[in-house]
């Protein structure tokens, strides 16, 4: 992600999971660490991301690391394991069959270093097709805190690029 600080700084945050672990790398001026998180909490947090970008990615639904179980109708939990890894969540679909809403428990939220467990939502909306592939272009992540909803992301969805390199 790619974003301003205060509307002026540029900074990117990644989130990665990559051969079993998983982390987060925040970066002023793509030079200044400003955070870097990681550890079994930050690997299953970062796996669980990678389930929730299922709503762009549907392909991902295919993976043999993914189980599907149907809890209501367009309602299913997706289990992903990966290298010793577990994570879950929920995905609803509207009648159309379109991912509207992700929500887990395994997206930690960290803040001074401490670790907190609270249900971390993202939504999907606005689709649009480019070709003959449908996509939602409007995103939003967060955590429901007590008393609060703390927004992790909110954005548009301007292009998707597959197999570059």
């Given at each position: 992600m790619e974003a301003h600080l205060f509307g002026i700084l540029p900074f990117?945050?990644?989130?990665?999971?990559r051969d079993g672990h998983g982390g987060?790398?925040?970066?002023?001026l793509d030079k200044l660490r400003l955070t870097e998180r990681t550890g079994p909490l930050m690997d299953r947090s970062e796996l669980v991301t990678v389930l929730a970008e299922m709503m762009i990615i549907p392909a991902y639904a295919l993976c043999r690391y993914i189980t599907w179980r149907e809890i209501a109708p367009l309602v299913v939990e997706g289990i992903i394991s990966f290298q010793g890894v577990t994570a879950k969540g929920i995905f609803h679909f509207n009648p159309d069959g379109l991912v509207e809403?992700?929500?887990t428990l395994d997206r930690y939220y960290n803040e001074g270093g401490t670790y907190q467990n609270y249900p971390w939502v993202a939504t999907a909306e606005k689709y649009k097709f480019r070709g003959d592939i449908r996509f939602p272009s409007v995103f939003r992540a967060l955590w429901k805190m007590p008393g609060?909803?703390?927004v992790y992301f909110k954005g548009e969805l301007t292009r998707l690029l597959f197999n570059t390199f």
């Open positions: 990117t945050a990644r989130d990665i999971f987060l790398l925040v970066r002023l809403r992700f929500e609060r909803e703390h």
